[in-house]
Antibody, heavy 119, light 113 residues
Framework: EVQLVESGGGLVQPGGSLRLSCAASGFTFSSYWMSWVRQAPGKGLEWVANIKQDGSEKYYVDSVKGRFTISRDNAKNSLYLQMNSLRAEDTAVYYC????????????WGQGTLVTVSS | DIVMTQSPDSLAVSLGERATINCKSSQSVLYSSNNKNYLAWYQQKPGQPPKLLIYWASTRESGVPDRFSGSGSGTDFTLTISSLQAEDVAVYYCQQYYSTPPAFGQGTRLEIK
């Protein structure tokens, strides 16, 4: 059974940093592109970043470029999102999602982890 | 960037009746080389992550009931639930994966009348 379990969310002050993790199991993690998708409270879905199987390609939504870094450790079946210079508008549930073919089509999602940026 | 617009924003349908949700993209998501529409539909129930229902505009994901169907091509798409069940109450999102950044519609809230 495919499982994606996020962790690392919490309350952080504006300008602060946070590192999210996603533990994957039930599939060959190193064979898939992976993504982070977020959802602000009561709002819609927004793709944040994705990363190729070997980590050689990474893409970001414009609003997080230069502040967020996606990475992965295939030996640990884990995906990460390092978030720096956090802003109030980054407040959201962050989902880890498996990308079927690296095209931005997500067939499995984690339950999400809540990041709240507030003073 | 491609912008996705859904209509209506909310919809109330009686049990057993048909529900129809529309999605329009600001530019075509039909890739001419393979004749595939890079359009997906997701269902999100309260407190849960999104669930993939339909991809390539009309291909049902494994395990999705056949009352769910997708249609359309180019810039105009439709998700149809042929006979609404109580468990279908959710927010539905269309999403294009034709180009980066992948983008979602604003969502359509489906309720029971």
């Amino acid at each position: 059974e495919v499982q994606l379990v996020e962790s690392g969310g919490g309350l952080v002050q504006p300008g602060g940093s946070l590192r999210l993790s996603c533990a994957a199991s039930g599939f060959t993690f190193s064979s898939y592109w992976m993504s982070w998708v977020r959802q602000a409270p009561g709002k819609g879905l927004e793709w944040v970043a994705n990363i190729k199987q070997d980590g050689s390609e990474k893409y970001y939504v414009d609003s997080v470029k230069g502040r967020f870094t996606i990475s992965r450790d295939n030996a640990k079946n884990s995906l990460y999102l390092q978030m720096n210079s956090l802003r109030a508008e980054d407040t959201a549930v962050y989902y880890c999602a498996r990308d079927q073919d690296g095209v931005g089509l997500w067939d499995y999602w984690g339950q999400g982890t809540l990041v709240t940026v507030s003073s | 960037d491609i912008v996705m617009t859904q209509s209506p924003d909310s919809l109330a349908v009686s049990l057993g009746e048909r529900a129809t949700i529309n999605c329009k993209s600001s530019q075509s998501v039909l890739y001419s080389s393979n004749n595939k529409n890079y359009l997906a539909w997701y269902q999100q129930k309260p407190g849960q992550p999104p669930k993939l229902l339909i991809y390539w505009a009309s291909t049902r994901e494994s395990g999705v009931p056949d009352r769910f169907s997708g249609s359309g091509s180019g810039t105009d798409f439709t998700l149809t639930i042929s006979s609404l069940q109580a468990e279908d109450v959710a927010v539905y999102y269309c999403q294009q994966y034709y180009s980066t950044p992948p983008a979602f519609g604003q969502g359509t809230r489906l309720e029971i009348k």
